[in-house]
């Protein structure tokens, strides 16, 4: 499986964006994948997974601003980001996992390579 990231920007507060995973691989669909940022100085942290049947889990950070989704005809993956605050600044990184624990960093096999997202005040 390889993924691809797209979307990010320089946005203000209270602003949008929608992020893109591309995906490629026959078993992409099998998979469920996630939505990881990581700021400067701090630790790699969930954001949002989405499983094979499009049921999702966010974290509570985000919960009620972004929405993760999926589109197998198109291989792509979305992070819907609404209501963003200066603290959502990241590189945001979409990953694949066929394991159980969804919100470790350490469960994905696979990771794209990262679009940087800054939300200015």
């Known amino acids: 499986v390889q993924l691809q990231a797209s979307g990010g920007g320089l946005v203000q507060t209270g602003d949008s964006l929608r992020l893109s995973c591309a995906a490629s691989g026959r078993t992409w669909r099998n998979y469920d994948m996630g939505w990881f940022r990581q700021a400067p100085g701090k630790e790699r942290e969930f954001v949002a997974h989405i499983n094979w049947s499009a049921y999702t889990r966010y974290a509570d950070s985000v919960e009620g601003r972004f929405t993760i989704s999926r589109d197998n005809a198109k291989n792509t993956v979305y992070l819907q980001m609404n209501n963003l605050k200066p603290e959502d600044t990241a590189i945001y990184y979409c990953?694949?996992?066929?394991?159980?624990?969804?919100?470790?960093?350490?469960?994905?096999?696979?990771w794209g390579q990262g679009t940087q997202v800054t939300v200015s005040s």
């Open positions: 990953a694949a996992t066929s394991g159980r624990y969804w919100s470790t960093a350490s469960t994905y096999e696979y």
